[in-house]
Structure formats: structure tokens, C-alpha cells
């Protein structure tokens, strides 16, 4: 499986576990359908689940006059991949998580979040050094 589509599936699995509660196995089975598991995707809901606390910190710490509450949950959700991506995944550059963040956007968010969101990573970028 391409990361493009490790991550789409990945914003897919984490918007059930946000919403639905659905438990991680089960999430990513449900994306998955008949297509074979993939280490990546795995990787990206796994990582980003295990490490919720700290990336939303991070994302809170970026938001000017709004909350993680107020925030839509596509929008939430790709932000938290993106800052699992940057934060803790060593063999992918920043920029590159980033423009990947922000494609998956144009195809799972609305005309605004592709700008939010870059506003939000880059500024998570440049606090975390990277």
C-alpha cells in the first residue's frame, strides 16, 4: 500500500476510534476491507493513539481562540496524524508530512482546512525544531 493511502485509511481509522470509540484492531480492520494489512498504516494509528496526550498538547499550544473541541473532527484528526508524522517518525521530513497532511485534506476536509491546517503543522514544526 502507497503512504498516501496508508494515511487516508489511517485518518479513516482514527475518526472512528474519536467517534465511534471503536478499539484500534477493529478501526483499522474496518478500513482495511478486503485489502491486505499494511505495517505503515499500522504504524500511523497505532503511534498516533498511543502518543493522543502529547499530540494534543501540542496541537492546543497552536490554536489561537479555539479549542480541540471546537475543532472539526476530520480537521482534528488530520492534525493529529500529521503531528504523529512530525513529531515521532523519524524517516519522514517535516515538509514532507506537512504536504501529505494537507493533501489528505483537500480529499477528506472542506475549502478551509487545507490553510489551518498548514498554519497549525507549521507552527508544531518550528516549535518541535525540525
Same mark, same amino acid.
Given at each position: 500500500?502507497?503512504?498516501r493511502?496508508?494515511?487516508?485509511?489511517?485518518?479513516?481509522?482514527?475518526?472512528?476510534?474519536?467517534?465511534?470509540?471503536?478499539?484500534?484492531?477493529?478501526?483499522?480492520?474496518?478500513?482495511l476491507?478486503?485489502?491486505? $494489512?499494511?505495517?505503515?498504516?499500522n504504524?500511523l494509528?497505532?503511534?498516533?493513539?498511543?502518543?493522543?496526550?502529547?499530540?494534543?498538547?501540542?496541537?492546543?499550544?497552536?490554536?489561537?481562540?479555539?479549542?480541540?473541541?471546537?475543532?472539526?473532527?476530520v480537521?482534528?484528526n488530520?492534525?493529529?496524524?500529521?503531528?504523529?508524522?512530525?513529531?515521532?517518525?523519524?524517516d519522514?521530513?517535516?515538509?514532507?508530512?506537512?504536504?501529505?497532511?494537507?493533501?489528505?485534506?483537500?480529499?477528506?476536509?472542506?475549502?478551509?482546512s487545507?490553510?489551518?491546517?498548514?498554519?497549525?503543522? $507549521?507552527?508544531?514544526?518550528? $516549535?518541535?525544531?525540525?
Amino acid at each position: 500500500m502507497k503512504r498516501r493511502i496508508a494515511r487516508e485509511k489511517a485518518l479513516q481509522a482514527l475518526f472512528q476510534i474519536d467517534i465511534n470509540e471503536a478499539e484500534t484492531n477493529e478501526a483499522i480492520e474496518n478500513v482495511l476491507g478486503e485489502s491486505a $494489512s499494511d505495517p505503515y498504516l499500522n504504524q500511523l494509528v497505532e503511534g498516533t493513539v498511543e502518543h493522543l496526550e502529547q499530540i494534543d498538547k501540542a496541537i492546543s499550544e497552536h490554536l489561537e481562540k479555539w479549542t480541540l473541541n471546537r475543532l472539526a473532527k476530520v480537521d482534528l484528526n488530520i492534525l493529529r496524524l500529521g503531528v504523529y508524522e512530525l513529531l515521532f517518525v523519524e524517516d519522514v521530513p517535516a515538509n514532507v508530512a506537512i504536504n501529505e497532511a494537507l493533501e489528505v485534506s483537500k480529499r477528506f476536509g472542506d475549502e478551509r482546512s487545507s490553510k489551518f491546517i498548514n498554519g497549525i503543522l $507549521s507552527k508544531v514544526k518550528e $516549535s518541535s525544531g525540525k
